[in-house]
């Protein structure tokens, strides 16, 4: 069967075929196109038109296709398939993306956030399959999870579900999600940035200067990946620290999960799947000691198995849920 996955950024967007034989998932083909400067209705009738081109190209109509998915930052209204106002997608105000694509096309489709598209992709293609109960954490600009649970996507009352980037683990700290202190403060690429910059404030304000500001040109260039390589490429202890802290508070942060949820898998993506070498110790360290240990037994912690590729799988794994009416 054949399915057609819709991915709308607020720089760019996708759209991409794919095709299951037996056991196999396959992405065939994929169209970017850029977002910014274009009206919805714009962006919704190129979308169209590149699907279109696309099925065409491998001779095929929109009868052949057996579902559609679309992945797209929040908030949204994902059982009604509407988009509701994304901070990066100005102007998407009360979109029936959903309605509007199965009118067209006469797909069935469905409509998810890309935490959750994710966590459905590692759950079918990846680092989950197999499991009934998943995890799946972005760890990328920010930090937001997708769950499966007893072998289905669960995404709350009104598609809130997952946040656990907006619980605040101290009072001070890095902010993420609007929260001084939160799990996103301190696991993202951002919190990552923020507890560089402040390290380097503290070690000049002790007449210190750390390789790390020399190597970024200035405070407001330090991100995550100028410390990742001092960090992994020359072991420097001052960058390792601030990873550690970064590898402490994941760990209770998934000491949470674990307790709470009870998962199979924990699946990160994002920072932690390029740098989870530097990551890990510290944050095993917490959690074997935060996590209840029946709990953490059976849970294993783990990179995306989908790597770099997951956005390419993200929006077709929604297609296949769509085509089975899940």
Sequence with gaps: MYYLGIDIGGTKCAVSLGEDV?????????????????????????????????????SLKFSDIAGLGISCGGPLDAKKGIIMSPPNLPGWDDIHVTEFFEKHTGIPSKLQNDANACAVAEWLFGAGKGCDNVVFLTFGTGLGAGLILDGHLYSGTNDMAGEIGHVRLTEGGPIGY?????????????????????????????????????????????????????????????????????????????????????????????????????????????????????????????????????????ALSLATLAAKGE
């Design 22 to 58: 037996g056991k196999d998932f396959a992405v065939l083909a994929k169209v970017k196109f850029p977002t910014a400067g274009k009206k919805p209705n714009e962006v919704l009738d190129i979308f169209l038109s590149e699907s279109e081109k696309l099925i065409a190209s491998h």
């Design 178 to 314: 609007g929260k001084f202190g939160s799990c996103e403060g301190y696991c993202s690429g951002g919190g990552i940035a923020q507890l560089g910059k402040i390290a380097v404030t503290e070690a000049l304000a002790r007449g210190e200067k750390p390789r790390l500001l020399d190597a970024a040109g200035s405070i407001d260039a330090i991100d995550a990946k100028v410390i990742g390589d001092l960090a992994e490429k020359e072991n420097d202890e001052f960058c390792l620290e601030i990873y550690r802290k970064c590898g402490e508070k994941l760990g209770i942060t998934l000491s949470i999960l674990v307790d709470i949820l009870n998962p199979e898998r924990i699946i990160l993506g994002g920072v932690f799947m390029r740098s989870h070498g530097i990551i890990v110790p510290a944050m095993e360290k917490v959690m074997k000691n935060e996590c209840l240990s029946y709990a953490l037994d059976v849970c294993k912690v783990v990179p995306a198995g989908l790597g770099e590729h997951i956005g390419d799988y993200a």
